[in-house]
């Protein structure tokens, strides 16, 4: 019997390390997809179709809005934004982990439609390491950290409503955490009803039999 | 600062193996304490006082249990056992992860008093197999071994009372299961409220006081 995946969302303030650290668990360990966003957007050089995104057309975006095809999706510069629901799911069912890096809104969003997703918020050490790790980009305007300062101090308000923090610190100290997370999170109860029910049979099955010794 | 312990509650079916997993996961990682209970009962040959179990007298105990100074306690052919409190609280102050070993009506008793403890359900792989551990102990009667497995169709109904359940096939992967659901536990942001305490007045600082480049 196949372990059933777990949709894991991933938020955090921007130069937290996100993506690195998913990288990373992607790489360490073999129960990960990342997922793959659909998109409106133009292919850049070097974007794949299906690796970074599956781009495709505006009537093709709105077909599957329509459809209820995202897990969740957003408009941002004119172009839309999504996670499909049917990669998602093929993933899930074959076993994999998913992971899927969104802000806070979003995550809520997946949340009241996926109840068993799990919910972790990545943070920096600390908020002086934040801004040298924004600063350290070389691409960043002084304005530009600023805006992100101040989305993550409204971003800390939602803190609260994810179920696991993390602090990036050490990388693969943090990989391991995350890792341990979602590890505990297969031994919830709810995702192993069916384990339960057998047990429970067994148990009937023997009580009422008597055992044979 | 040193992180805070966890009041760690295990129980399962008798024949799960609980005991010799806890005794592995202390073993096998620093962090972790097990709990000793005080207990009216004279000392065995060879049991050490404050090692096995904390022998005290009637009156004592019952003071105890007057000044509310146990996490749970019971009343067993006629011999009082209990979890002392302040062994508890001195183990958790001092960053130890308490490991209490117990049935579930006292399991739940124990989260009515401390919210914050983790209830963790060992299983057998399956019953069968449960079955064929309490017969090579041999030290049980068919009467015994069919108690204790009826004994376990009750519990059984308990198991969603627990927030994560483990399976004991391999021990050694189910102490790293165990270990993970601990070191999971830990990053729940009610065990980390000044940490984002913290995150938040550092934003508002550098936020209020512009950063500098």
Redesign the interface.
Same mark, same amino acid.
């Given at each position: 019997m196949v372990r059933k995946g777990i949709l894991i969302v991933v938020s955090g303030f921007s130069g937290a390390g996100k993506g690195t650290l998913m990288k990373k668990l992607v790489q360490t360990y073999d129960n990960y997809a990342l997922s793959i966003s659909m998109t409106t957007r133009p292919p850049r050089e070097g974007e794949v179709d299906g690796r970074e995104y599956f781009f495709v057309s505006r009537e093709r975006f709105e077909e599957a809005i329509d459809r209820d095809g995202f897990v969740e999706h957003a408009c941002y510069l004119d172009n839309y934004y999504g996670t499909p629901v049917e990669y998602v799911e093929r993933e899930l069912a074959s076993g994999k982990d998913v992971v899927l890096e969104i802000e806070i809104q979003g995550a809520m969003k997946v949340k009241e439609r996926f109840p068993s997703a799990l919910l972790l918020?990545v943070?920096p050490p600390? @908020?002086?390491e934040l801004?040298r790790r924004l =600063?350290g980009r070389g691409t960043e305007s002084?304005d530009n !950290?600023?805006k992100r300062?101040?989305r $993550?101090?409204e971003e800390?308000?939602g =803190?609260?409503q #994810?179920? #696991? =923090? %993390? %602090?990036n610190d050490d990388l693969e100290q943090c990989v391991r955490?995350l890792?341990? @997370?979602v590890? $505990?999170?297969h $031994? $919830?109860?709810?995702r192993?009803r069916s384990? !339960?029910q057998?047990?429970?049979e067994?148990?009937?099955s023997? #009580?009422i039999h008597? @055992?044979q @010794?």
């Open positions: 918020f943070m600390n @908020i002086p801004e =600063i002084k !950290i600023e300062l101040k $993550a101090r800390a308000e =803190i609260e #994810y179920e #696991y =923090i %993390v %602090v955490q890792h341990s @997370i590890e $505990a999170a $031994a $919830a109860p709810f192993n384990l !339960i057998k047990m429970r067994e148990l009937d023997c #009580y008597r @055992i @010794i």
